[in-house]
């Protein structure tokens, strides 16, 4: 059996035999009509597909409808019966993921499926990569259920109509800020994947539902880095955006140890160039939008990694080089040097900032916005303390408490900000989580707060934060309770430089300490 593509503008599909008819695949249809480019703000679509009744031969219309949410067609109703058809208009239970990238090859041909009782059925058939859990009964036909449930191809999410509705609203009002002078607009919210792999959520497939559901409410600035679970978030990550790798700002990280070798390490070209083919690998994909130097490494001359970091852009294996973590004054040097010496310069920073931790305040904020450098901060919820499930006098027993040491959560400076920053969460109706959220993206010179979700649960919850706005009194509020430019707890140093620990560095020999 064939389809006939009708050329008119309604994208209609005739079925019939005819030779002299032009033929084509339902699939390459659908692609044609919702190929309407990756920037269109159109969010909803109706194609009509006509078949011929195989009893009367006359044509028979019915409608499918999809709808876009970052980029991502959902098909939300296509009538196989006139009470499913009914059904669905009145209230869509069901959610079909489509792959992202409308093009005809993510289509599979369209399949003609017999009930019992002979009436034919016309459903397109969807090539996916990942297929959550499938609804139990669709339309109230059980045979039309089991073919659904068993078909190798598609996917029926079972749903209601509030979450495709949240997902759209989130997606018309996600705002977007430009990562300092690239031009690349991303999310204030970045989706960071430390959690995903051996580290904190080994279930790739669940992980892989997590970044979707990120993306699909319009976070489209993903962090990794090679060092994460020894490369496997990674590879969950690569996983993840197949066929969604354009829409998505990708960026990873290079200079913790990568085995035994010494020389996988570290910022030396040598390893630069090697470990970025490692995380393309990884990453399927053939270039990152961001490459960005872990930490410091006192042992290699700057110009030497920005030298290396140049040829990758040069190359196209990277559009954009970043830094984490590096205290002012290495950033201002890696200004100069790229400056003096004509190299590609360092065009965002990575520190870590929240509440508890705003020391970045002081020198690092400043001198990101006076040489344009986008910032996407870590760690906006203190490291999970900020969660407000860390008190004064509990017992702690966490997954965050085991990575990050007891110590960690048992700081009473700390503990005491989070005490005082309870009430002040309440009074403004808000959780903790959205609180702390809220503060990190309100600074000036903060492009995007990186969040760290290991479970859908978390990354939920963050999501509803996104609208949340903190007026003056509350930040001023937040000021007295954790001062700017200081730190809540005395040892969260995440960058140590060797002037500080290296203490030959610190003294001189004892034969010269004195003054006489």
């Known amino acids: 059996m064939s389809y006939h593509a009708v050329a008119d503008p309604g994208w209609h599909l005739a079925m019939g035999s005819r030779a002299a008819e032009r033929t084509a695949t339902v699939d390459d249809a659908i692609a044609r009509a919702l190929d309407i480019g990756p920037e269109s703000s159109t969010i909803e679509r109706t194609i009509d597909i006509t078949t011929v009744g195989r009893r009367t031969g006359l044509p028979r219309r019915i409608e499918v409808w999809f709808h876009r949410v970052d980029g991502r067609w959902y098909l939300t109703g296509m009538p196989t019966r006139r009470s499913w058809y009914a059904n669905l208009r009145a209230n869509p239970r069901f959610v079909v993921h489509l792959k992202h990238g409308v093009t005809a090859d993510l289509f599979a041909t369209a399949k003609a499926v017999e009930e019992p009782t002979r009436r034919r059925v016309i459903a397109a058939v969807l090539d996916l990569q990942d297929r959550p859990e499938i609804a139990a009964r669709v339309g109230g036909r059980q045979d039309l259920d089991e073919w659904l449930k068993h078909s190798p191809l598609v996917e029926i999410v079972f749903d209601d ?19 300092g002078q690239t031009g690349i607009k991303v999310s204030p919210y970045c989706l960071g994947a430390m959690m995903f792999g051996s580290m904190g959520n080994p279930d790739h497939d669940e992980s ?10 319009g976070i489209n600035f993903v962090d990794t880095a090679d060092v994460y679970s020894g490369g496997e978030s990674e590879v969950i990550v690569g996983k993840a955006l197949k ?3 354009d829409d998505v700002v990708l960026a990873s990280k290079v200079h913790y140890p990568m085995g035994e070798d010494p020389n996988h390490r570290g910022n030396s070209r040598r390893w630069i160039v090697a470990a970025v083919e490692h995380s393309l690998r990884r990453l399927q994909t053939d270039h990152l939008d961001l490459y960005q130097i872990h930490r410091p490494d006192p042992t290699v001359d700057v110009e030497e990694t920005l030298s290396a970091l140049s040829d990758l852009i040069h190359s196209g294996k990277v559009r954009a080089i970043g830094s984490s973590t590096f205290p002012a004054s290495d950033l201002v040097e890696a200004q100069w040097v790229a400056e003096r010496r004509g190299l590609e310069r360092f065009r965002t920073e990575q520190p870590p900032y929240s509440i508890v931790n705003r020391s970045i305040e002081r020198e690092v904020l400043p001198v990101c916005q ?5 910032t996407l901060v870590w760690s906006p919820l203190g ?29 009473q400076r700390k503990l005491e900000v989070v005490e005082q920053l309870i009430p002040l969460a309440e009074s403004a109706g808000l959780p903790m989580t959205h609180l702390a959220m809220a503060f990190a993206i309100a600074h000036p010179g903060v492009t995007s707060a990186i969040i760290g979700p ?6 939920d919850d963050l999501l509803a934060s996104t609208n949340v706005t903190l007026d003056d009194e509350i930040l001023d509020r937040i000021d007295q309770i954790a001062p700017p430019g200081t730190d809540a707890g005395p040892n969260d140093v995440a960058y140590t430089p060797p002037a500080i620990s290296d203490v030959t560095l610190r003294r001189r020999p004892v034969a010269e300490r004195s003054a006489a």
């Open 161 to 179: 109509e509030q979450r495709l509705t949240d997902a759209l609203r989130r997606r018309r009002t996600m705002k977007y800020r430009t990562l």
């Open 208 to 217: 892989i539902r997590i970044i979707h559901k990120a993306l699909d409410a």
């Open 243 to 245: 066929g969604r790798r």
């Open 370 to 374: 006076r040489y344009g450098i986008g």
């Open 383 to 411: 490291q999970g303390l900020l969660t407000g499930r860390f008190r004064k006098g509990q017992q702690i027993d966490t997954h965050r408490s085991t990575m990050h040491g007891r110590e960690h959560f048992a700081d």
């Open 454 to 459: 290991r479970t859908a649960e978390q990354l």
